[in-house]
Structures are given as C-alpha cells and as structure tokens.
C-alpha cells in the first residue's frame, strides 16, 4: 500500500510539473508583461530597468526555476492589473468556487445514483424511458444553454430566484443546477447500464436463490458492484465540472476562480492566469490521486492485492 | 449482411444517420434555404420576435427574390423548428403594399435574420466539428499505436503527457491559447482538436495491445514486413471500429465546446454565423429577446443528439454487451 | 412413493428472441423422493441446467418455463409470485453454483454473504445469524471461520469458495440440494473432497441432492438414480445400477463406452456430435442423427419416456418398440408414479 501511494504520489507531481511549465511557456510567449505595465511615456531605459526587476531578462527556464521555487512558497507573483498578490486574489475567489462546484458535485452524484438505481427498479417502464430520455438530454446541450433556460424559465418568467451573483442560498440555485445537469444525466446513464451490467452476473444470480427480495438484491447486492468503477467516473466529473466551471461563472457573474481567469485572460493578466491553472490543475490532480487511494480502500478486491 | 446495413437497422444509429443527413442537407443547401442574407445588418429591424415581418431591404432582393416561395401558409407553422427542415417558409410574401420579409425565428440584435443564420451556422459548426474530430483522431491514433507497438520508454511518456492533458483545465487552456493566438476558425479547430485526442491515444493504444501477439501480425513480422507496414497495414485497420465510436462522441464534444468558446466570446470571429456566436450574441438580450439565444440551442441539441445517436448504435454494434 | 418431495411433469423452457421462440428443453418430467441423491447427467446444451434454474425462476433473461405442473411439496413452483418463490429460494431449495469464482460478489464479506440468507429465512438476531454463519463454514470445514467471516471472496481459494458457497446453501437448511456442477471449475484433488463433503452433508441432514454434471463416471459413486438428457429431452431414467449395468438408450450407451478406454472409438461419433442449444422442439429423435439404431420413425416422431419396467424409463423407439403411439400423444410421456394425464400444447 506504501509503494503503491508513493507510486501514485510521484506520478503526480511529475505531472503537476509538467502542467506548471506548459503554462508558463504559453504565458511567457503570449506577449510582453512590460507593455502592460509600464505607462505610454516610459523610456526605452525605464522598461529595460523594469524587465530586469522582474527577472523577464533571464532566460526561460530560469524565470521558471524561481517560479516554481517561488510558488512552492505560496507566492505567485503579482498582478499586473490589479497590482495584488495573486495568491491573494485566489484566496478570495476560491471558496465561492469550491462552493459552486460543490453543490453541483454533490447534487450531480446525488441525485444522479438515485435516478439510476430508480431507473433499474423500474426498468423499461415510463418512468425508465422518461428519465433515460431527459438524462440524454441534459448531455447533447451546452451547459450554459441550459442554464441561460433555467434563467429564463425561473428568474425571468416566473421570478422565484435571483438572476445572476452571489449572495443567500437562492443565488447558488441557479449556477449549481446548471452545473451539475450535464453530468448529472451521465452519472444516471452509466449508473442504470452499470447496474444492468451487474444484474447479468452469476454472484446476482446466486442471490436470487438465496431467496433474497429484489429490493435487497439491487441494492445489497448489484448497487455496490454497480457504483465502485463510477468512483473513477466521479474524479473525471469533478474535474469536468471545474472544466465548466468557467463558463458557468461567467453566465451567472459568479465571483468565482473561472470568472477570475476568463477575465484574466481578456486582459492578458498572464500571471494570474497562470496562477488559477496552477490551482486548478493541482486541484485536479489531487482529485484523481484521492479517486484512486480511495478506490483501493473501498475495493476489496484492490486492498487485498497491495 | 454488410457492416452499414447493420448499422441502419441499429435503431438509434438510423435515427442519428437521420438526424446527421438533415442537417448535412440544410447545411450544403443553406443559399438555398435561408429565407435571408444572414450577414446583413438592417438597423431598423432589431429584437424582432419570431413570426414578425420587416420592410424588405432592396439589397436583399438581389438573389433572394428566387427562391421566394412566398406562402403564408407555412408561416403559421410552430416556429420551433430550428433544425430548418422547414425553412423554406421563406421570403417575400408579396402581399399588400410592399414586401416585407418574415422573420420566423425573429432577428437579432443587429437585425439579422434568426433562422438565416442558424441555417448557415450549421456549416461552420459541423465543418468545425468534423475537421477537429478528423484532426484529434489522425493525432491520437497515431499516439496510441507508437505507445501501444512500441511500449517501454514511449509508453511512459505517452502515459504521462495523457496525465498532463487530463490534469489541465482545458478549456482555461484553450481560452489561454485563443486570446494569445486570436481567434479564428482554424485556431478554434486546431484547440478543439487538442481536447480530444487522449481518448483516441487510450482506446487504440488498448486495441493495439490486444492486437499486437495475434498470429497474423506476428505472421507479418515473421515475413519481414517493416514496422511501418505491420502498423499501418496490420494493426490500425483493426482499430478503425473503436475508433469511429470515439470520433463520433468527441464530435459531439467539439461542437458543444465551440459554442462554449464562442459564447465567452473568444473563439470565432463575430460576424461569422456560428452557433456559439449566435448564443454568444443573445446573452445580453435574455431577458428582453429570448429567441436569440434559446433557438441556436436547440440547433446544438439537434445535431449534437444525431452525432450520439450515431455513435450510440455503432457501440451496440460493436459491443452488443455494452448497455450503456 | 406416495408423496414425492418435487413432481415435474412436461417442463419445457423456451427463449423468445427476435427470430421467434426457439426450445431448448421439451417434456422433462421427473420425480424427487424426500432424501434421495438423483444425478442429472448430460453434455453442456442438453439443457440440464436450464431445466433445474426454471424450477427456481431462475432463467437467463428472454427464457420462460412452462410444464404440466412443477409442484414442490405441493405447490405449484411455476405459477407462484416472486415473494412467495423467494420463501422457497435458499429455505426449501438451494443451489450450489459451477463456478465458486463468479458465484459470490465480490465486494461482500463472506459473512455478510452468508448471514444475509440466515436473516432471510429465519427470525435471529444479526448476533446469532453471526454466529450460526460461523458454525456452518465450520462444518463446511473452513477453518478458523471467525476471522474467515470478515474476509471476501478474493482471499479464498477456489475449492475454498466452493465451500463457503456449500455453506450458504446450507443456511437455509433446504429439502433439496440442487448441485450445479459445483466441481467442474475446481482442481481434480479439490473435486473429490467437495463431492465427499455433500455427501456427508447429505446424510447428516436428510436432504434430497440432484447432481447436474456432465460427468457420468461421478454419478456411478453418488447417485441413487440417474437422469440422462439430450437435445433438451430426458431420454432415461433409471436406478445407477441399472444405467451402470445396462443401459438402454443408446445415447447413455455411447456415454459409457466412452467412459471405457477401450471403446472409446465406437463413442467417438456421438460424444462430439451434441449441438448445444439445439431445437428440443425439432420433429423426431434429437439422437437420431447419430443414432447407429436410427430408424425412420425416430425421424420423424420423438418417442416419448415409457416406462420399460417398475423403475426404468426411456424414450426410445428402439427400446420400447411395443408401446403405442396413440398413448403417448393422449398420455404423454408417462411415468408409473404419475398417472395423471397431463395435457400441454406443444411448443
């Protein structure tokens, strides 16, 4: 088990590494940070003086060598819009984007392991078809599109939640829903095949005659071998729900990490950019190592083997 | 029976063929169907809702007066139908005192006809679609068969720039890039094309591992067939199956994120009629013109359901264990 | 002999699919004494297993049973509710699975696996259910079952496995044992033991074992009568001894010789010849094909299971050549201890 996290925990910062110098290289060749610093009417003299100050005469592997030296110790550098520390500005924003992508997270697993179990108690039912139909639908359009109907539908029409910001529970409604409806029909998708899957199993079989009721048999039995590999599925979720994050943020004027970083990127704020990446893809990363201690610990059959 | 007359007998694979074709067809004949110029600008006839008319601008008559069918009747059909099979409820009905043009699904903020544009935005969104798919998968085909033949050092490698790729916030990326390189369609589908390549990389890389000890390719090395040759004639054709699931599901993806794109505002050119554009377009107007936004949507929803459809039924067919 | 403990008469089971039904078990009556150990034997497709899974509604999907009547202990097994059958399930009848690997889910604890029938069919505490679950896998011979309770199915070995699945059928403390080729997946040094653990199992309890194998040499140790089937039919019932000493249908005659190395040639023909998942519906014999004593009539008429003596009954033209045709049609395939006649449309 040791070798096996250690293993995994290598392979982790080796990407984390790889992630940090992609974006630093996209950042370093997508234009000069002295142009947006430096006033109209600096000297050639001042912006070489302030090219140096901020270590962009070094060469590239070097600036990235104090970079990441640098955000090992929490510092990644300042803003040149806003003039603040980035690590600030993300200190700021980041919990109202762990709270969004939260919520949806929790409401996409939720509900979407329910519906599919529903699904499979009342297999090729209305009830089935019905929700089988609208969780293909929630999948073939843009979550934003989705969300702009959601707004239409429940701020403008009927005006029972408030149409974008952040503020009281009402406010995260809206983003949360819309985040969460892309991956909440597939999560009732390949629950309900998952199941059905299982169902065709001898063990599922032998359970049937151990005389056990149907209810018992579906969830004792075919649920749990059922949701185990969708444990895998739910860390590439999250990680597609802070994907959409982004746009969804955007939509509702959710003071968000995403919103920070499209803004960011609009204004070429490079190092802020680069520092939302950092958080996120580090984010991302710890997601998939957790998926994949978590999964040895609750798959018997994973444990027993390390 | 031949692999296509099993797939057309594969109920959602026809439905999605279907579904494909029709907007093949509305794309390919889209001069002919719009009812008007989609670039065209007509300042007076702004936000103007579903089924409303405007004076016909005389620029606007230079071609379109041919093919104006000019019937009312089809008017007073649901102005749903975005997917524009109907759309030849067109142009000029010469009624009264002068011509005016109906505008079925509305205009947008600068006038421009709603459905015209939807109409020739559905050629850039499948050009834009199709070219990013045809591009991801010659680009993680390729991938997965060097790190599946030739395993090792490669393998390692390949392995962990998939992990790089899985890691990153992509469409941040993306969005990174757009900004940094400007817009513009062929941007837009060299990023897209980067979005999907690992699931090529991972499937045929599977595919080529199980294939790679059969008896014919070991045949073909024992003949002294060269490695190019083993992989390219032996090895790839028998991945082509998995692959065209892929594809049809990172189509499907490449659409929905070239409306994301669009709609931050950082991928095509405004001006051009695109999908992500219109929704892009129509954001400001929610509240006010809701058809501007909701009625490309729905287009998105149409096509991007025929493209899983499709794929859908090739998967059964492949993998007839398969439920999902 | 009055009261049979399970009275099958004309079981058939089907699969309905797209190209229409197809049968693939036809006219199987039987009958089980209380205590009894009847082996089942037949090669894999002659539909042996089928037969035993629908008594239990325990068909793959797209399969359905019907027969004259299925009546264990009196009720009707076939046209009983899923809650009333689930009483029956584990309590009254139990089965022990081929495959002990795919046969217990993977991610229970044993303990759970086996205490959940327990608490199923008897009002115990989790305490006790616990601690009978205990007992049993000791007498399953599973050492140190306390901890073996906590463990999953991956930390046993196969014949271990087979055990522990021995053990949950135990639970219930069933009437019938129905025995699914529980040792065709195991090492030959593990089969003895589990066939030797049955059979001792057996006898300190009382309960009635149907051996289903492919395996004709095993009956001649186990099995107080046997059961041939092919092509989805019974083609003889007959006490062990009588098979062992003279068979008669010529497809267990086949069987035999091939047990005998030094006949193994003339059975060559025959034992690779079943096609599995044949038509148990097809018109005729489904041994005529390769039948040495084929006649024309086998062709063209299945010969119904008569009774050729108190204990034996075959279907064969060639052994029972005397029985008229017109009975078998009014009477069905009859048995002695079953008079009643049965009357089913043919599938």
């Known amino acids: 088990m040791l070798s096996f996290t250690l293993g995994k925990l290598i392979r982790a910062l080796t990407v984390l590494l790889g992630v940090s110098f992609l974006t630093f290289i996209i950042g370093h060749s997508s234009g000069d940070p002295v142009r947006l610093i430096a006033r109209g009417d600096a000297t050639e003299e001042q912006r070489a003086q302030l090219r140096h100050s901020l270590g962009l005469d070094r060469p590239v592997l070097e600036q990235y060598r104090i970079y990441v030296g640098k955000a090992l110790h929490g510092d990644l550098g300042v803003s040149y819009r806003q003039h603040v520390d980035v690590s600030r500005l993300i200190a700021l924003r980041l919990p109202n984007s762990l709270e969004l992508a939260g919520a949806a997270f929790v409401l996409a697993m939720g509900i979407g392991c329910a519906l599919g179990v529903l699904c499979v108690i009342y297999r090729d039912s209305v009830l089935d078809n019905v929700i089988a139909g609208l969780s293909v639908l929630a999948q073939v359009v843009p979550g934003f599109w989705l969300g702009l109907v959601l707004v239409l539908l429940f701020a403008v029409h009927w005006r029972v939640l408030p149409v974008s910001g952040s503020g009281d529970l009402t406010h995260l409604i809206l983003p949360a829903v819309t985040l969460a409806l892309p991956t909440l029909g597939r999560m009732t998708r390949l629950v309900r095949g998952g199941m059905l899957e299982v169902l065709q199993s001898d063990y599922i079989r032998t359970a049937r005659a151990k005389g056990l009721s149907e209810r018992q048999v579906l969830l004792g039995h075919a649920a749990k071998n059922a949701l185990l590999p969708l444990v895998t599925q739910a860390g590439l979720e999250l990680g597609d729900l802070v994907g959409s994050a982004f746009i969804i943020e955007t939509v509702f004027a959710w003071p968000g990490l995403g919103r920070m970083a499209v803004n960011a990127v609009q204004q070429r704020d490079f190092l802020v950019v680069q520092g939302c990446v950092l958080v996120i893809a580090a984010g991302f990363v710890l997601i998939n190592l957790a998926v994949d201690l978590l999964y040895a610990v609750i798959d018997p059959r994973v444990r027993g083997r390390s | 029976m031949s692999f296509w007359a099993r797939l057309i007998r594969c109920p959602p694979a026809r439905r999605g063929l279907v579904m494909l074709l029709v907007m093949a067809v509305v794309a390919l004949a889209a001069p002919l169907l719009a009812p008007a110029d989609p670039w065209k600008v007509h300042p007076a006839a702004r936000l103007l809702p579903p089924l409303s008319r405007s004076a016909v601008d005389g620029a606007d008559a230079l071609g379109r007066g041919a093919n104006a069918s000019g019937n009312g009747t089809n008017a007073s059909g649901p102005g749903a139908d975005a997917s524009g099979n109907g759309a030849n409820a067109s142009g000029n009905a010469h009624t009264g005192a002068g011509a005016t043009t109906l505008h079925l699904l509305g205009t947008d903020s600068v006038g421009r006809d709603v459905l015209s544009r939807l109409i020739y935005g559905s050629r850039v969104s499948l050009t834009v679609g199709f070219a990013a798919m045809v591009l991801s998968a010659l680009f993680g085909s390729l991938i997965g068969v060097v790190s599946g033949y030739f395993g090792g050092i490669v393998e390692s490698l390949t392995g962990w720039l998939v992990d790089v790729q899985l890691s990153f916030p992509f469409l941040l990326l993306a969005i990174f890039l757009l900004g940094a390189l400007g817009g513009g369609t062929l941007a837009v589908i060299l990023i897209l094309a980067l979005a999907t390549w690992v699931n090529y990389a991972r499937i045929v890389r599977a595919q080529v591992l199980s294939i790679k000890n059969q008896g014919y390719v070991e045949a073909a090395h024992a003949t002294g067939a060269s490695v190019g040759r083993v992989l390219f004639v032996h090895i790839l054709p028998n991945t082509l199956a998995p692959i065209c699931v892929v594809a049809s599901f990172s189509m499907a993806q490449a659409i929905l994120t070239e409306a994301g794109l669009s709609f931050l505002g950082v991928g095509l050119d405004p001006s051009t009629p695109s999908w992500g554009t219109m929704l892009n377009d129509g954001r400001d107007y929610l509240l006010t013109a809701w058809w501007i936004s909701t009625m490309p949507g729905i287009a998105i929803g149409f096509t991007v359901l025929g493209v899983m459809l499709f794929g859908e039924g090739l998967r059964e067919l492949l993998d007839p264990r398969s439920l999902r | ?347």
């Open chain 3, 1 to 347: 002999m009055s009261a049979a403990l399970l009275d099958v008469e004309k079981l058939a089971v089907s699969f309905v699919g797209r190209a229409g039904a197809r049968t693939v078990v036809a006219d199987v009556s039987f009958q089980l004494e209380p205590g009894e150990a009847v082996g089942v034997v037949g090669e894999s497709g002659s539909g042996k297993s089928l037969s035993m899974l629908s008594l239990l509604g325990l068909l793959p999907d797209g399969a359905h049973a019907r027969a004259a009547h299925a009546r264990f202990d009196g009720r009707e097994l076939l046209s009983l509710t899923t809650a009333q059958l689930n009483a029956i399930r584990g309590r009254e009848i139990a089965i022990v699975f081929q495959d002990p690997l795919t046969a217990l889910n993977p991610v229970l604890t044993i303990g759970r696996q086996i205490t959940e029938v327990i608490r199923r069919h008897f009002p115990v505490s989790k305490a006790e259910a616990n601690q009978r679950a205990g007992q049993l896998l000791a007498r399953v011979g599973i050492p140190d079952p306390a901890l073996r309770l906590r463990q999953y199915p991956h930390q046993f070995s196969g014949g271990m496995r087979q055990r522990v699945t021995i053990a949950m059928a135990l639970a219930g403390e069933p009437r019938i044992l129905i025995a699914d080729e529980p040792t065709t997946a195991l090492d030959v040094t593990v089969q003895a033991e589990i066939v030797g653990l049955i059979q001792s199992l057996q006898r300190q309890t009382g309960m009635s074992v149907i051996w289903v194998t492919h395996d004709l040499a095993l009956l001649a140790r186990i099995a107080e009568r046997v059961l041939v089937m092919y092509g989805g039919r019974l083609v003889e019932d007959a006490p062990a001894e009588q098979v062992f000493a003279s068979p008669r249908h010529p497809y267990t005659q086949a069987l035999l010789a091939n047990l005998r190395p030094e006949a193994a040639s003339l059975a060559q023909g025959t034992s690779a010849s079943v096609q599995a998942g044949g038509d148990a519906a097809a018109v005729g014999c489904p041994f005529a094909p390769r039948c040495p004593q084929a006649m024309d009539k086998c062709r063209t008429t299945a010969p119904p299971l008569s009774a050729i003596s108190e204990r034996v009954r075959v279907a064969c033209w060639a052994v029972s050549p005397e029985e008229p045709m017109a009975a078998s049609q009014t009477n069905g395939p009859t048995s002695p201890q079953s008079p009643q006649a049965a009357s089913l449309p043919k599938p």
